[in-house]
């Protein structure tokens, strides 16, 4: 039997394995930290239960098929909801939109609520749709630097289609000349950091983006996101795939262009073929420094990182779901700030995630887990305690405002994670969440490949390679890796 090898246990990494195993390979997975998932994993602290990482669950089919593969009922190890309710949104004048799930209820909603006209909302949706399943099979689910790729009927159907896409205008231009209502246009325009990008910059195609939400919907897993990972653990373990925690691998082992291994805690383990699921700058930088590094792909632009706040709330908020976001009244601004300033913007848009209304065991009776989350550039050397300390208090004065509260009497408990402790503790370069930004309308091509070129069966998955960051584009990643391995 071939042995695979597997490098850090993310989402992409445990999906590699699964994949693999059920390929027939004897698959190892190596882990430096104690515990699976990467960024998607969970802590606790005084009665509070909090998902460390991604918050957002959509196309939950990519979960399920990993079950589903060794014929299991994915029921029995993986529960999951469908949101009636979308996401909350508040701006600074008072103005509250809450997305339904419907679609019909959704159109109307959208069209009271800001003002335009319901036809010009159904055809953006329409569209959202027609540009996420023409896209999908070229650009998500298959890898996009081999030829082959580029000889089949869903590439000509996509490159027929090309001017459809708006990859020549930004996502901002795409949805002012939709609507008019700049709210709305706000609203629309927060799906660029779905993938750690400016919705200025990034272009028009990632329009697509809301069918996910607005077309399929938003779900939540039984007993929060960390069990995505966990029953994925458990299913891989099933099968017979070895995990191996606190073994941080040093070296890609190669000989005449051939993968070998890899060296781990000074041990050589030998293997047939290597999946790097970590960062593919710190690959190349720590695991592959006998090799000359595609620097072209490795300089690219980073993503946008994370500031978040791990709040215990004592008290209960009515007017609060499980996803909410409070916008800036400077977003330009505030994505300059990020990717041309390198800062963080006086006024941040705040995102606030809150499982335990949907969990309520993630919090003690009568509170609530409370998930707070800024974007912010990367790690290029700031002062990230200066930083901190500011937005803290800027993003509690914000919220103070919009719900008309004092928050900070009812915060019982506090933890932070920042890009730099995003780097140390995921390998992620700079504590990009994403890799490299997608503020370039060649951003999909530019994107290191799930294989190395000159060192045969050597790949790599996660956030940043191809198709890019977020747990659905690293699933598919392990899907593409798995095609590529015969």
Same mark, same amino acid.
């Given at each position: 039997?071939?042995?695979?090898?597997?490098?850090?246990?993310?989402?992409?990494?445990?999906?590699?394995?699964?994949?693999?195993?059920?390929?027939?390979?004897?698959?190892?997975?190596?882990?430096?930290?104690?515990?699976?998932?990467?960024?998607?994993?969970?802590?606790?602290?005084?009665?509070?239960?909090?998902?460390?990482?991604?918050?957002?669950?959509?196309?939950?089919?990519?979960?399920?098929?990993?079950?589903?593969?060794?014929?299991?009922?994915?029921?029995?190890?993986?529960?999951?909801?469908?949101?009636?309710?979308?996401?909350?949104?508040?701006?600074?004048?008072?103005?509250?939109?809450?997305?339904?799930?419907?679609?019909?209820?959704?159109?109307?909603?959208?069209?009271?609520?800001?003002?335009?006209?319901?036809?010009?909302?159904?055809?953006?949706?329409?569209?959202?749709?027609?540009?996420?399943?023409?896209?999908?099979?070229?650009?998500?689910?298959?890898?996009?630097?081999?030829?082959?790729?580029?000889?089949?009927?869903?590439?000509?159907?996509?490159?027929?289609?090309?001017?459809?896409?708006?990859?020549?205008?930004?996502?901002?231009?795409?949805?002012?000349?939709?609507?008019?209502?700049?709210?709305?246009?706000?609203?629309?325009?927060?799906?660029?950091?779905?993938?750690?990008?400016?919705?200025?910059?990034?272009?028009?195609?990632?329009?697509?983006?809301?069918?996910?939400?607005?077309?399929?919907?938003?779900?939540?897993?039984?007993?929060?996101?960390?069990?995505?990972?966990?029953?994925?653990?458990?299913?891989?373990?099933?099968?017979?795939?070895?995990?191996?925690?606190?073994?941080?691998?040093?070296?890609?082992?190669?000989?005449?262009?051939?993968?070998?291994?890899?060296?781990?805690?000074?041990?050589?383990?030998?293997?047939?073929?290597?999946?790097?699921?970590?960062?593919?700058?710190?690959?190349?930088?720590?695991?592959?420094?006998?090799?000359?590094?595609?620097?072209?792909?490795?300089?690219?632009?980073?993503?946008?990182? *994370? /500031?978040?706040?791990?709040?215990?709330? &004592? #008290?209960?908020?009515?007017? !609060?779901?499980?996803? $909410?976001?409070?916008? =800036?009244?400077?977003?330009?601004?505030?994505?300059?700030?990020?990717?041309?300033?390198?800062?963080?913007?006086?006024?941040?848009?705040?995102?606030?995630?809150?499982?335990?209304?949907?969990?309520?065991?993630?919090?003690?009776?009568?509170?609530?887990?409370?998930?707070?989350?800024?974007?912010?550039?990367?790690?290029?050397?700031?002062?990230?305690?200066?930083?901190?300390?500011?937005?803290?208090?800027?993003?509690?004065?914000?919220?103070?405002?919009?719900?008309?509260?004092?928050?900070?009497?009812?915060?019982?408990?506090?933890?932070?994670?920042?890009?730099?402790?995003?780097?140390?503790?995921?390998?992620?370069?700079?504590? *990009? /969440?994403?890799?490299?930004?997608?503020? &370039? #309308?060649?951003?999909?091509? !530019?994107?290191?490949? $799930?294989?190395?070129? =000159?060192?045969?069966?050597?790949?790599?998955?996660?956030?940043?390679?191809?198709?890019?960051?977020?747990?659905?584009?690293?699933?598919?990643?392990?899907?593409?890796?798995?095609?590529?391995?015969?």
């Amino acid at each position: 039997m071939q042995k695979a090898l597997v490098i850090g246990s993310g989402i992409a990494g445990i999906a590699s394995a699964i994949r693999l195993r059920h390929k027939g390979y004897e698959v190892h997975v190596f882990e430096a930290n104690s515990y699976p998932g990467g960024k998607l994993s969970a802590f606790t602290k005084e009665g509070f239960r909090f998902d460390a990482g991604p918050s957002l669950f959509t196309l939950p089919d990519l979960v399920t098929e990993l079950f589903e593969l060794f014929g299991e009922d994915p029921k029995n190890s993986f529960q999951y909801e469908k949101m009636d309710t979308i996401c909350n949104y508040f701006w600074e004048d008072g103005t509250r939109f809450t997305m339904p799930s419907d679609p019909e209820q959704q159109i109307q909603d959208i069209s009271n609520t800001f003002n335009e006209s319901s036809t010009s909302i159904r055809q953006y949706i329409k569209n959202s749709k027609e540009k996420y399943e023409l896209t999908t099979p070229i650009f998500i689910e298959r890898s996009l630097h081999k030829v082959s790729s580029y000889f089949n009927r869903d590439m000509f159907s996509a490159l027929t289609g090309i001017f459809k896409y708006d990859v020549f205008s930004s996502l901002n231009q795409v949805n002012k000349k939709r609507f008019s209502n700049p709210k709305l246009i706000q609203l629309l325009n927060r799906f660029a950091t779905y993938n750690g990008s400016s919705p200025y910059k990034t272009p028009g195609i990632m329009s697509m983006i809301p069918h996910l939400e607005m077309n399929i919907g938003t779900f939540f897993p039984k007993g929060g996101m960390i069990s995505i990972t966990n029953s994925l653990v458990q299913l891989a373990k099933r099968h017979g795939v070895h995990f191996h925690f606190n073994r941080k691998v040093e070296r890609i082992v190669h000989e005449e262009s051939m993968v070998t291994g890899l060296e781990v805690n000074g041990e050589m383990i030998y293997g047939d073929i290597v999946v790097a699921n970590m960062d593919v700058f710190s690959a190349y930088s720590f695991l592959l420094k006998d090799i000359q590094p595609p620097e072209k792909i490795l300089q690219q632009e980073r993503s946008s990182s *994370a /500031l978040i706040f791990y709040w215990g709330i &004592n #008290r209960v908020f009515e007017e !609060l779901d499980l996803h $909410n976001i409070l916008f =800036s009244d400077s977003y330009k601004e505030e994505f300059e700030f990020i990717f041309d300033r390198r800062s963080i913007h006086a006024d941040p848009t705040i995102y606030i995630n809150i499982s335990s209304k949907h969990n309520p065991k993630d919090a003690p009776s009568g509170a609530e887990n409370w998930f707070v989350m800024i974007n912010t550039p990367s790690d290029t050397g700031q002062d990230w305690d200066l930083l901190i300390a500011e937005a803290r208090k800027r993003i509690i004065q914000k919220i103070n405002r919009v719900l008309g509260v004092d928050i900070e009497l009812s915060i019982s408990c506090e933890e932070v994670l920042h890009p730099k402790l995003i780097a140390s503790k995921t390998s992620s370069h700079q504590g *990009a /969440l994403y890799g490299s930004a997608s503020n &370039n #309308r060649y951003a999909a091509f !530019l994107r290191h490949p $799930n294989f190395n070129s =000159s060192i045969k069966n050597l790949y790599f998955c996660g956030g940043s390679v191809h198709p890019g960051g977020g747990l659905p584009l690293c699933l598919n990643s392990a899907k593409i890796v798995s095609n590529l391995i015969a």
